[in-house]
């Protein structure tokens, strides 16, 4: 037997999470087939994840269905007694599930467990479900007739989620799904499937019926059946830019909601009033915090001015080759790897193609290896300078440790780069100028915004979404767009007049 095929017998054989079972995927010698997972910091291999075909997702559907009619006639506030639970039980697992998340994405713990507990802020949105769930009431608007909504679920629903967040992206969107009165199929990242599992089997312990939220592991053949077949209602996606245009176009033509978020390029402009020492912590975190493997990451740095130019670059400097790059399960490492070899040598390709391009190489990454691991799939942070926007590290979506300097001449250039930009995810402006920071606000073509903060998440009770390539689709995750995406209106129009019977009429009906 070969290291490799050794290497491949030892590594865990992970499982769908259908119907309220471990179900396991169908062995190779049936056509089964499986991804390999790995664990970034040492990369070997560590799992083997069942990748499904369409008749297992056809089965996982027909499980959900299965479970719709009676969990919509559950009362919402049995519903959010579900969540209550799921609450607890996740915060009880926080470790666990953190070390999941670490061990196949490569964060580090304390980020890892962040992502989890910005998860839970939904769960504690979805608790609230009863009230959100309220219809409207017009009393008499004509002669014994009431007019009221109410917001009913929809039927199955489905969220196809990326490796980067593999707790808080699928928590995003089942909390408010299923809390809406809605089956919910997660078809998570082929990356990091172990936490997504874990959730599964955790709602059910919380007491969502089996059926309720169904795992399916798997890639395009799943989430080609999730996308065309007619008993899935709405489809939630959170990937690439190319896969949610996608899922966008491929799942409205099938006749269901979508809501399709795709990638980003944040900027964040540094206005020369700025603290140049707060602003360079913040974007330490904002840059190379997950490795730069965060939707809302800044990848750009936009100083206005040379000399706050110059005074940016020379206080990121030392920084960034202090950094502490190392595995993601110790308590010292401030970036952990990357999530993949591939993932890696994709974004040491883009650092090449930078200096290829003309950009300043002011910290290189590339060479960075960790002695105790020399296999893990590490990167330093690397910082370019002088980049132009027609270059293609500028315009293109890089997803690693690599912060690239614009420089702008004035407030007008630096609200233009982000503005002319492909994606519109999230920005952010550091100033201390009140009028600058509202005028930024007012006028930057992006869905999310900071002022003086690095990464403008917004919290469970909003809703989350960019603009332009960064969203395909018009509802937004979680908070009130949450809420109406998973919901629908019905309006009854009901007349009680005592001892009145009305006359035929067959003019269209109006209100006296
Ligand atoms: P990805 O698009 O490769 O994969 C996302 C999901 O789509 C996965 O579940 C994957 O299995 C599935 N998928 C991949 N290729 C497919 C295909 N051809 N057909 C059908 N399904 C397919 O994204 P990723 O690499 O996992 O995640 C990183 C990307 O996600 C980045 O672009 C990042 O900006 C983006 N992201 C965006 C947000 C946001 O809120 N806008 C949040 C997190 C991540």
């Known amino acids: 037997m070969s290291t490799r095929d050794a290497t491949l017998t030892q590594a865990r054989e992970l499982t769908h999470f259908i119907g309220g079972k471990q179900v396991r995927g169908a062995d190779a010698k049936s056509g089964g087939r499986f991804g390999e997972v790995f664990n970034p910091t040492t990369g070997d291999l560590s799992g083997r994840v069942p990748l499904a075909s369409k008749a297992e997702t056809e089965q996982a559907i027909a499980n959900a269905e299965a479970a719709f009619r009676e969990w919509a006639a559950t009362s919402p506030l049995a519903r959010a007694r579900v969540m209550f639970r799921f609450k607890e039980l996740v915060e009880k697992h926080l470790e666990e599930l953190a070390l999941l998340i670490s061990s196949e994405h490569g964060k580090v713990l304390s980020d890892a467990k962040g992502s989890v507990q910005r998860g839970l802020e939904v769960v504690e949105f979805a608790c609230g479900i009863p009230h959100l769930l309220k219809g409207e009431y017009s009393d008499s608007v004509s002669a014994g007739i009431d007019v009221y909504s109410m917001r009913q679920p929809l039927g199955v629903c489905a969220g196809i989620t990326p490796f980067n967040f593999p707790a808080m992206v699928p928590m995003w969107m089942f909390p408010i799904a299923i809390a809406c009165g809605n089956p919910f199929i997660l078809k998570p990242s082929e990356k990091d499937p172990s936490c997504p599992q874990r ?104 100083p206005v001015t040379d000399r706050t130019a110059n005074e940016l670059v020379e206080a990121m400097t030392p920084r960034i080759r202090k950094l502490k790059v190392g595995s993601s399960i110790d308590a010292a490492s401030e970036m952990g790897p990357l999530v993949t070899r591939e993932h890696r040598e994709k974004v040491k390709g883009y650092i090449d193609l930078g200096v290829k391009e003309g950009a300043n190489l002011v910290v290189d990454g590339r060479d960075f290896s960790l002695k105790k691991h020399p296999k893990g799939f590490f990167l330093g942070g690397s910082l370019f300078d002088k980049v132009k926007p027609a270059m293609r590290i500028y315009k293109e979506e890089i997803f690693g440790p690599v912060l690239s300097v614009v420089r702008a001449r004035t407030f007008d250039e630096a609200l233009a780069l982000p503005s002319d930009h492909e994606y519109g995810n999230g920005v952010a402006i550091f100033t201390r100028n009140g009028d600058v920071a509202r005028n930024f606000a007012q006028k930057v073509s992006c869905g999310m915004v900071g002022i003086n903060v690095p990464i403008p998440v917004p919290l469970s009770f909003h809703s989350f979404g960019g603009w332009k390539s960064s969203i395909f689709g018009d509802m937004y995750q979680h908070g009130p767009e949450g809420v109406r995406f998973y919901s629908r209106i019905k309006t009854v129009t009901a007349r009680w007049r005592e001892g009145v019977k009305p006359a035929a009429n067959f003019g269209m009906p109006t209100m006296k």
Do not use: W
Not at 203 to 229: F, H, I, Q, S, Y
Not at 271 to 292: E, F
């Open 199 to 302: 959730l599964g089997e955790l709602m059910l312990e919380a007491g969502a019926p089996p059926g309720v939220l169904n795992v399916l592991n798997g890639d395009k053949e799943a989430v080609d059946t999730v996308l065309t077949d007619p008993r899935v209602h709405a489809v939630s996606f959170v990937g690439s830019t190319p896969i949610a245009r996608y899922v966008f176009s491929t799942a409205s033509m099938s006749g269901k909601r979508v809501q399709a978020l795709g990638g980003a390029k944040n900027h964040m402009v540094v206005m020369p009033d700025a603290d140049i020492d707060v602003a360079a912590d913040a974007l330490m975190s904002a840059a190379y915090g997950s490795a730069g493997e965060r939707c809302m990451a800044i990848s750009v740095a936009v």
